[in-house]
């Protein structure tokens, strides 16, 4: 391997206070969270996986006061280039392993492709540091359990980088959820519409390889993955979440932001999904596109037991990934179906109604200080009315049964840490985080209960 090496305790109070941080059902019975006191009073942070998501998390986890950015570690060493300038006292690594050798860490970030995330996560937690994890946490229900056993028996602060959690948005869908604005939970729906998945698809196939990079540890990329040649501007750095082998699709990448404040706020704590059936889109792929990628667009159902906030009842969960508006790009739509659309446009209405929101959520939106169904959101129906919430540090609103905006007093919120500060407030003075692996790890199981569903279309699939 190549080598160059060489808030306070009041907010995050508040924090627990708004949302019952420790409180929903399921954190009873795992060890108390240790603090990690440093000599300096410093948490000192080793980062892996510097690019894309990793540097922004490197940037707002670095604005905390108490923090020390002590090591970096990224196979590709051109992801370290910036960091060596803003942090010249840091030691700097392609090789993790080395990294968790050498230094003497009190936590880790880990912001790596979702196919290294459970070995590298799990060496962390056995070494006795706090954990930072981006998500989706991983990919296998066996790595899941893996994970939240590791995180339980360390008694470590764990955190999933569903940083959004700490933003107004987030924090006050679950407070009118546990309130009960709109009564019991009778069903919930979850959409992410960008079309930006589609994006990172290649338009030609097969791939042609090329050398890999001086800068770049190819196989350590690779990971546990299936050798195969490097091919640029393909994989590394972002465009992995596409491969089968690598990502998780979109419903890896949004779904645990998508669904987080909506488990908070029914109180799933460690609920689990009964069962699941996806539809996918089909764009004509011949049989190696569809082995080696995730489908272009999907439609999910899950099956959920009764729970308080749904009196008991057994609800569903939607999902649904169509791009806004029904437009797919015309080379992805399946063979024969241009022609079938009126137009000669980039993009073209190939996509049935499945794969995107009902309608019906389009026409009461309209009718909110929303404006309109927004193209990353949730929409819950309760028996006294909706709430409908963006992915955005936007209001929520709820409407009547029939459809009618509801006037509505947003409850007041204590002012807490930011998701990366609250991180290290825990990990200092103690206390779980937020995203705690204690409940975390069972959204982590209903985004690989939908994968499954989607690796199986028209089949229902269970846990395990």
Excluded at 77 to 98: G, I, S, V
Excluded at 201 to 206: A, K, S, T
Excluded at 222 to 249: E, I, T
Excluded at 287 to 304: D, I
């Amino acid at each position: 391997m190549k080598n160059r090496a060489m808030v306070n305790r009041r907010g995050f109070l508040g924090l627990a206070a708004s949302f019952g941080a420790c409180g929903f059902s399921g954190c009873a019975g795992f060890p108390s969270v240790t603090s990690t006191r440093s000599p300096n009073g410093q948490l000192r942070l080793g980062c892996i996986g510097c690019g894309a998501q990793g540097s922004s998390d490197i940037k707002s986890i670095a604005s905390h006061r108490r923090i020390e950015m002590a090591a970096f570690c990224d196979v590709d060493l051109a992801m370290l280039d910036k960091l060596r300038t803003k942090y010249p006292k840091a030691r700097f690594y392609q090789d993790w392993r080395e990294m968790l050798d050498r230094e003497q860490l009190d936590a880790a970030l880990v912001a790596t492709p979702d196919h290294s995330h459970c070995e590298i996560m799990s060496e962390v937690l056995r070494r006795g540091l706090n954990l930072y994890a981006e998500k989706p946490l991983c990919r296998s229900f066996e790595e899941c359990r893996q994970l939240e056993s590791l995180a339980a028996s360390s008694g470590k602060v764990t955190q999933l980088g569903t940083q959004i959690a700490a933003w107004e948005c987030d924090r006050h869908t679950a407070a009118i959820l546990q309130s009960g604005e709109i009564g019991k939970v009778r069903k919930v729906w979850l959409f992410s519409n960008s079309g930006y998945y589609a994006k990172l698809l290649p338009r030609e196939w097969p791939l042609t390889p090329a050398p890999v990079p001086e800068t770049l540890d190819w196989k350590g990329w690779l990971a546990s993955a299936p050798y195969r040649p490097y091919v640029p501007k393909h994989y590394h750095s972002f465009v992995w979440r596409v491969w089968r082998d690598f990502g998780s699709g979109w419903l890896g990448d949004m779904g645990s932001h998508l669904f987080s404040p909506v488990w908070i706020g029914m109180g799933l704590g460690r609920t689990l999904p009964l069962s699941a059936r996806a539809t996918v889109f089909d764009c004509g792929w011949n049989a190696e596109m569809k082995r080696q990628f995730l489908p272009l667009y999907s439609h999910v159902t899950w099956q959920f037991p009764g729970v308080k906030a749904t009196d008991m009842k057994p609800f569903e969960v939607e999902w649904c990934d169509g791009p806004s508006g029904g437009a797919v790009p015309k080379e992805f739509l399946p063979t024969g179906k241009t022609e079938e659309i009126a137009g000669n446009k980039a993009d073209m209405t190939g996509l049935s109604a499945e794969f995107l929101p009902p309608a019906r959520f389009g026409e009461m939106a309209a009718k909110t200080p929303i404006g309109a169904l927004p193209v990353q959101g949730r929409v819950v129906e309760g028996t006294d009315g909706w709430l409908i919430s963006t992915h955005f540090n936007q209001p929520p609103v709820t409407l009547t049964k029939d459809g009618r905006p509801k006037p509505l007093k947003l409850p007041f919120l204590e002012p807490v840490p930011s998701h990366y500060h609250e991180f290290v407030d825990c990990c200092l003075d103690g206390g779980k985080a937020r995203s705690d692996f204690g409940w975390t790890t069972k959204l982590t199981d209903w985004v690989l209960l939908g994968r499954k569903a989607v690796d199986n279309p028209g089949q229902e699939v269970r846990m395990g």
